[in-house]
């Protein structure tokens, strides 16, 4: 598997590399560590202004990058891991790097930690979510290394994307103890006003609601017999309403570690993980998020 963990030195960027350990990663795998100088901050700044303003240097930079090496060869010893630092527009470096390296993930924090933003401002992660090649985790730590194991929400659909979220999970290799939850989401149909005082077109939404609830259900206790066939205990959950909504709430109500999202355009009863949904719940949500490209899925869909 190959990680581009972009890091800058933020607490943000440190609640990133605590929570790769509850991100269910292989015990061996291949790291990047990518420390970025934003260009046009440190171009409109003397050095004197960078540094009271947060702004990395390159030389600053790339001691943050190796800081952070050091950090993931403690954590993940049979991983290979290396280091860089680099000047340029923080989204396109990530972006390249990760389309250069064939990545697999790309990892990185919610927020910068300076006013003027250096490495992670939200509207660098969104772009990053946006034009990713790969799957992109926005992380975000809620408990300290080494308590409970972790909680995995996966929100699942029927479209290929969801389903490559399914498989992800599949492939990691999850603590003992580790719950997770399906929650498959339900967004009616509503009449207008005026196919409400029609019988039929009443009688026909209904109907369509139902089945379609049923294919939700469905949908839901597959996901979750795949999971348990890992050996981790699942729990389907089936839920009519908003689905950004639902994934926030329900994050916040089970303390989620971090929730699971496929992306990409669906039509019809698929209707759940648009990319407005799973940029929204990843920009909102209280713990880490995982939007899950499928890089076969992305070639011949």
């Not at 990518?34 to 390159?58: F, I, K, N, Q």
Request: with cysteine; proline share 6%.
């Amino acid at each position: 598997m190959n990680i581009l963990v972009a890091y800058d030195g933020s607490e943000c960027a440190d609640a990133a590399l605590d929570d790769l350990r509850r991100a269910g990663l292989p015990s061996a795998a291949r790291a990047a560590i990518v420390s970025v100088t934003d260009a046009r901050l440190l171009a409109s700044s003397t050095e004197r202004l960078a540094r009271r303003h947060g702004v990395e240097t390159p030389e600053a930079a790339r001691q943050l990058a190796e800081q952070a090496g050091a950090r993931v060869r403690a954590t993940f010893p049979a991983w290979e891991v290396s280091v860089e630092a680099v000047t340029g527009l923080p989204a396109e470096v990530i972006i390249g790097k990760a389309t250069e390296s064939g990545a697999d993930l790309i990892v990185l924090g919610s927020q910068g930690r300076s006013k003027l933003g250096r490495l992670i401002l939200g509207s660098v992660s969104q772009e990053v979510l946006a034009q990713a090649p790969c799957s992109v985790r926005v992380a975000r730590s809620r408990r300290e290394p080494g308590e409970a194991p972790p909680r995995i929400i996966v929100g699942v659909d029927g479209s290929p994307r969801a389903e490559a979220a399914v498989r992800a999970m599949e492939a990691r290799a999850w603590p003992p103890g580790t719950e997770m939850r399906v929650i498959a989401v339900h967004d009616p149909l509503r009449p207008t006003i005026v196919g409400k005082i029609i019988p039929s077109v009443a009688g026909w939404t209904a109907e369509v609601n139902q089945a379609e609830r049923g294919q939700v259900r469905e949908l839901a206790e597959n996901a979750a017999r795949r999971l348990r066939a890992e050996g981790v205990a699942v729990s389907p959950l089936v839920k009519t309403g908003d689905p950004k909504a639902i994934l926030l709430d329900e994050a916040e109500a089970w303390a989620a570690d971090s929730i699971f999202l496929g992306t990409g355009e669906v039509k019809g009863f698929e209707r759940f993980l648009l990319g407005s949904v799973s940029s929204s719940v990843a920009a909102q949500a209280p713990c880490s998020v995982e939007i899950v490209r499928d890089r076969l899925g992305m070639a011949h869909g």
